[in-house]
């Protein structure tokens, strides 16, 4: 509790800074999503995860299992819906957390054939200063890790409780619905980076995460998918209020690959709740903002040839009162990040890459013997079988049209 206040403190010192809260118009009660309730049509496919689950100080994570849709069914967009309610007290009233917390949706897949599931962050959110709110987020390019058997939990990082004067807690529903539109779906959805609390401003450790990315299936292009949000305040506004008051760059890397983005939500005082929040919600943040869900930082790579390091690094900054924090009153500057890698397949036609250093053919009418080699403009090619399945030996040939063809699981080719 003492944490949160402290962020509450620094708000308030910073309010001559960084506006007032009188220009900011938001119509309580309009508009909050109202399409989360989509119409039962043939093509929906809707799955209940939650259903007023109870998360409070004594119940913080909640999770289950779910069967969610194969992939041979078809579906190619997916919608995730949050709404978050209030418990009532002894007098009948809603009754929210009176803080704004971060909060997580986690999907673990218990089938991967690991020692430990894998786990992805799917959403991440902060609660409103108690009132309720409801969201919805277009979790399409994640298709792959939402399918078949798996396990979904919620977190709220909230400490009130059914005795609490502070307010009850919270009441959580969530809904994945799942719809055919015709658009592109992804191959694979790799975790790069696990949700993780990262110190900055510290002068003997690094704000920066590396992974090398080994065993990437053919694909033509990718997204990185990234959750990142800044926490915890400076002793004095002398050292910028880091890290959840300062705007810094964030920079992700994959070879020389560079793409370099900020996070800052300046736009919080537009934050939609069911009534007006209670707390200093206006306030411009690094990359959240109470009572709304943090927006998934979405880039766009070329193809990403295995062995190559992805890298997150944070503008260089110091820290001047690291050694002047209490237990109680400040919490240190750190960034919560997670990051996923999606692969997406190659354009029809995509023949980049090479076979046992020869170019790919852009047709197999290229090859009159069907013997898996051809010619084009004078240069000859190795013809590429369209669909992995027609390897079904996983040796690196396959046989389609009536021709051999080079599958690209084999050990020659190159993208």
Not at 24 to 47: A, D, F, K
Not at 113 to 135: D, I, N
Not at 143 to 148: F, K, Q, R, S
Request: proline share 4%.
């Amino acid at each position: 509790m003492n944490l949160r206040r402290s962020s509450l403190l620094s708000a308030i010192i910073l309010l001559s800074s960084l506006g007032t809260l009188t220009n900011c118009r938001v119509n309580y009660g309009h508009n909050i999503l109202s399409s989360n309730q989509p119409t039962q049509e043939s093509s929906l496919y809707n799955v209940q995860v939650f259903n007023q689950v109870y998360v409070y100080g004594g119940q913080r994570r909640f999770d289950t299992e779910v069967t969610l849709p194969d992939q041979g069914l078809g579906y190619d967009t997916a919608t995730l819906y949050l709404d978050l309610d209030c418990p009532l007290n002894d007098q009948g009233l809603k009754d929210c957390d009176f803080w704004d917390r971060k909060g997580q949706i986690i999907i673990r897949d218990m089938a991967n054939g690991e020692a430990q599931p894998l786990s992805y962050e799917l959403l991440r959110f902060m609660t409103p200063y108690g009132v309720g709110t409801k969201h919805q987020l277009d979790v399409s390019d994640l298709l792959p890790i939402l399918e078949g058997k798996k396990t979904i939990e919620v977190f709220i990082d909230t400490w009130v409780g059914p005795k609490s004067e502070q307010g009850k807690g919270w009441l959580v529903d969530l809904k994945l619905s799942y719809e055919r539109t015709g658009r592109r779906r992804p191959l694979t959805v790799v975790s790069i980076f696990s949700p993780e609390s990262v110190p900055y401003g510290e002068s003997n450790q690094k704000t920066e995460k590396k992974l090398k990315i080994d065993s990437l299936p053919d694909h033509g292009s990718a997204k990185i998918w990234s959750y990142i949000t800044g926490h915890g305040q400076n002793v004095g506004a002398q050292d910028d209020n880091c890290a959840e008051f300062c705007d810094r760059e964030h920079t992700f890397k994959v070879v020389e690959t560079i793409n370099t983005r900020s996070i800052w939500r300046d736009n919080c005082c537009q934050t939609q709740t069911e009534h007006e929040q209670k707390g200093y919600w206006t306030l411009s943040r690094a990359g959240w903002c109470p009572g709304d869900i943090v927006s998934p930082l979405e880039i766009d790579i070329p193809a990403v040839a295995n062995g190559s390091t992805l890298s997150w690094t944070v503008e260089k900054w110091l820290n001047k009162s690291s050694k002047k924090y209490d237990k109680n009153n400040h919490t240190k500057p750190y960034y919560e990040i997670s990051a996923l890698l999606i692969l997406f397949p190659r354009a029809e036609g995509d023949t980049s890459g090479t076979y046992g250093g020869y170019p790919l053919c852009s047709s197999h009418t290229s090859d009159p013997d069907g013997d898996a080699w051809g010619s084009e403009k004078g240069v000859s090619c190795r013809v590429i079988c369209e669909s992995e399945e027609s390897d079904h030996a996983g040796d690196g040939y396959g046989f389609e049209f009536g021709k051999s063809c080079f599958s690209r699981k084999g050990n020659l080719f190159e993208f």
